[in-house]
Each structure stands twice: as structure tokens, then as C-alpha cells.
């Protein structure tokens, strides 16, 4: 898999410049000129990818091919085939692992001039946001020869054995890259993103094992995980100074026999496939000040209804948490609660879907009274909540604001689930011939 070059190597203070928070970038006015290099008259993707794998290995570079559309015509033997007299328009969509690389002088002394050298075109996407995670990482290199674009995400080794790229948002000049080098961002994921670490081998390409080009071992997993990568960090900057983190000695057990039990879930709903969130005080603690709220005495989590199964009651029984408290009924008010070993509650309240609304329900135990609580619809998001991976809803603020109201950032010690929340409203009540299916109290 060859492909022509010309000794084109740069030094690093030619090929990159630096932006005002320290983050280095290479330099759109530095490209070389096509007079500088002899362009192939006739390159084609599988050639462009070969010409990338020239660079992976010159550069001592592994990159990864994440790019759902190419996984999903990936052939059993990990290869791929193309028709080189088609012109290929879409960017395609590669990762790879800084930690791989002998830090970040690596990647502009080494691999910037690999790039340049063999004809590539390149752009950085970096972080110009006023406290970036990571500024002297670009967040994605765009590079380019002839038709064919290379979107390579730079991935982080982050908490919880996972990989974290940033938002593409984050540069504030991303729009006119983008338009530079005519991306079509319907084909590529921009958004900050979480991954658990997946397997990995190499990509045949046209036949040829490549040097240091690779694919996820199992493709249609990894695209499945992909799609719902959007990730949240919780920010710092939200924390309330009306209420700090408290580190007393309640607080720090009760912090640990959170994280016990959102572990627990985890494995059990893993297990059955069933996704979960984080909800009500607990997701307020993680939004208000990333830490539980040490006055509660609880964890509480989301499921849409739509996704229960009797396997959750017995998985949740397996891994040591007991049913305690059943109310409500599959397709309405449905909400468990079970009990630790410690004692610690697990409320699980089911979300149920309307045209424009998602609402969970309640059921008070003496009267059978019932209660609803509305939502404005949300979908899933990956965090990190004390050092797990866990889901939210994206629009968080959104979410605490409908459950809590505007004044969500000041601490309320009494609450009273039935008035308190700013959502609340009265749903009717049970009838009595219907009390024993819908209240069940477990010893």
C-alpha cells in the first residue's frame, strides 16, 4: 500500500503555532503549497487510507477506525474493500490513544511532519475554552489528500478503565476550519464523549494486514456503544458555596455506601441489559455540587417503563439488595424500593412516555393516594458520579429545574415528597379493591 512522497519534514516551530491558553495547533498558512508537493493524480480511499497507514507507522502513530459506516461494511476477516474509481465525499472518522504516544511533543515533532511529507493537508481542532482538560492535546486532527478526509478524535485514558474525547465545540474557530476543509458535520460525531475501552485489531485493507491502522474486535458492539457516548463532565464551577462538600464522618460513609450501591445496579443492570439513571436528590447532588447531598438517606435512579423486565427484581436480589416496598403497576406509578445490607434505600422510579412529556408517578402507602410529576422529554447522557459511569439526563438543568424549580441551588433539609417538588400534582387515587396488587410491603 503505497503511496508517492516528498521529504517534506517540518520542526516544530514551524509546522504548529500556539494559542492563547497554551494549547499548540498546526498552522493553516504553514501547509505546504502544491508546488511544494507532487500530488497523486488519481488517489482513491483505499489508497488515502494507505497513505494514513504510511503516516501511522512513520510516526510511530496507532490510529483506530471508528467510523460507524466503515465498521458496518467491515468483512468477518476485519477487511475492507473499496472501488477506487468512486470519489469518496464523507470524512472518515479515526481515534487514537495519547497515551500510546511519547507525550504531545511527539505528535507535532513526529507525526505532524509524517503527515505533511506525504501530501496531507492539516488542520487542528483545539481546545480554546478558558480551563481546558487537556491543552496540549489537540481535540481532533483534520487531515487531507485530495478528496479523502481524515477526522482523527484524540482519545484520553480517563476514570472508570474508559476512554474521553472532548467537544469539538470547545474551539472557537471550529467553524471556520470546518469550512476550510468542507466538512459535512452530519457525518461526524462532535460531541464530548465517553468509551469504555473496547478490543482491537488490525484493518486489512484491500487484502494487506496495515502496519498501525485498527478496528474494534467486535464492530457492531462498539457502534451500538458509540451512538450513546455523549458525555457530561459535572462542573466544578456549579458548586454552591450555600452548600459545601461536606467531609465529616457521615458524610464520607454515606458517599461510600452511595457509590456501593450505584455499583451494585450497575453490575446487576448490566447484566440484563437495562439502562438507568440517576434521578432526584441524588442527580441534584451530582449537579449542584458533583457529590452526594450527606443529609439524604437514599439513592435514587430512573427507568423507563418501557424497559422494565421481572429480571430486574431478581438480578438487583442476586447482587444483594432486597425488594422492600412494590407500589403502582407495570403500565402505571410503578416504583420499587429496595434495601442493603447497610440499610441504605434504593428508590427506582419508572419514567413513562407522552407525546410531549416523560413523568414518573407515586403511591402514598396509608391512602393509596397517587401523585405524578412531569418532565419536559430528555435523553441519556454518560458521566463520571463518584468515580462510576453512570447516566443523566442530557439537558441535566433542564431536569432539576422541573423537579425542584429555579431556586434548585439553595438546600432544603425538609422535604416532603408529596408537596415539595415543583412538578408535583395529584394523580387520583387507587381503588380499594385494587390496594393489595398495588401496595406490597416486603419483610
Not at 488515502?48 to 467510523?67: K, R, S, T, W
Not at 505532524?112 to 496540549?136: C, M, N, Q
Not at 471556520?176 to 459535512?184: A, S
Not at 408517578?361 to 419536559?376: A, P
Request: hydrophobic fraction near 35%; aromatic fraction near 14%; charge should be neutral.
Amino acid at each position: 500500500m503505497s503511496t508517492k512522497s516528498t521529504d517534506y519534514g517540518r520542526q516544530w516551530k514551524d509546522a504548529t503555532t500556539t494559542t492563547t491558553n497554551g494549547n499548540k495547533e498546526v498552522a493553516p498558512a504553514d501547509q505546504p503549497t502544491a508546488k511544494q508537493i507532487k500530488y497523486l493524480t488519481s488517489l482513491g480511499i483505499s489508497e488515502a487510507i494507505g497513505a494514513l497507514d504510511e503516516v501511522a507507522h512513520a510516526g510511530e502513530f496507532p490510529v483506530f477506525l471508528i467510523d460507524p459506516s466503515q465498521l458496518r461494511i467491515l468483512n468477518n476477516d476485519y477487511s475492507l474493500t473499496f472501488d477506487d474509481s468512486k470519489t469518496y465525499n464523507r470524512p472518515v472518522s479515526f481515534a487514537f490513544d495519547c497515551s500510546l504516544l511519547n507525550g504531545s511533543d511527539h505528535l507535532y515533532r513526529k507525526v505532524v511532519p509524517a503527515f505533511l511529507s506525504r501530501g496531507f493537508k492539516l488542520e487542528t481542532i483545539v481546545d480554546t475554552s478558558a480551563d481546558p482538560l487537556y491543552p496540549e492535546w489537540p481535540i481532533a486532527i483534520l487531515a487531507k489528500i485530495q478528496t479523502t478526509t481524515f477526522h482523527i478524535r484524540t482519545f484520553h485514558v480517563y476514570e472508570d478503565n474508559g476512554w474521553w474525547f472532548a467537544s469539538w465545540n470547545n474551539d472557537a474557530n471550529c467553524s471556520e476550519k470546518i469550512l476550510r476543509f468542507g466538512i459535512d458535520l452530519d457525518h461526524v460525531f462532535t460531541e464530548e464523549g465517553h468509551l469504555s475501552k473496547f478490543r482491537l485489531t488490525r484493518l486489512k485493507l484491500n487484502g494487506e494486514i496495515s502496519r498501525k491502522i485498527w478496528v474494534p474486535k467486535y464492530p457492531a458492539e462498539f457502534i451500538e456503544e458509540f451512538a450513546k457516548s455523549k458525555f457530561l463532565r459535572c462542573e466544578a464551577s456549579r458548586h454552591s458555596k450555600k452548600d459545601p462538600i461536606s467531609q465529616s464522618n457521615q458524610a464520607i460513609r454515606f458517599r461510600h455506601e452511595v457509590r456501593k450501591i450505584l455499583s451494585v445496579v450497575r453490575a446487576a443492570f448490566d447484566g440484563i441489559h437495562l439502562p438507568f439513571w440517576i434521578s432526584s436528590g441524588t442527580l441534584l447532588g451530582y449537579f449542584r455540587h458533583c457529590d452526594v447531598i450527606p443529609h439524604s438517606k437514599d439513592v435514587d435512579i430512573g427507568v423507563f417503563a418501557d424497559d422494565y423486565t421481572h429480571h430486574l427484581v431478581t438480578s438487583l436480589e442476586k447482587h444483594g439488595l432486597k425488594l422492600h416496598l412494590w407500589f403502582g403497576e407495570i403500565n402505571d406509578s410503578l416504583e420499587l424500593s429496595f434495601v442493603s445490607g447497610n440499610g441504605l434505600k434504593l428508590d427506582i422510579f419508572f419514567f413513562y412516555r407522552d407525546k410531549e412529556t416523560m413523568w414518573n408517578g407515586g403511591t402514598q402507602l396509608r391512602t393509596g393516594k397517587k401523585f405524578r410529576y412531569d418532565f419536559s422529554k430528555f435523553e441519556l447522557c454518560w458521566t463520571l458520579f463518584l468515580g462510576l459511569k453512570v447516566r443523566v439526563p442530557c439537558n441535566t438543568e433542564n431536569y432539576i429545574v422541573s423537579n425542584y424549580g429555579p431556586s434548585w441551588q439553595v438546600p432544603v433539609e425538609k422535604w416532603d415528597w408529596k408537596t415539595s417538588p415543583y412538578n408535583v400534582r395529584e394523580n387520583g387515587e387507587w381503588p380499594l379493591n385494587r390496594l393489595r396488587d398495588v401496595i406490597k410491603v416486603f419483610s
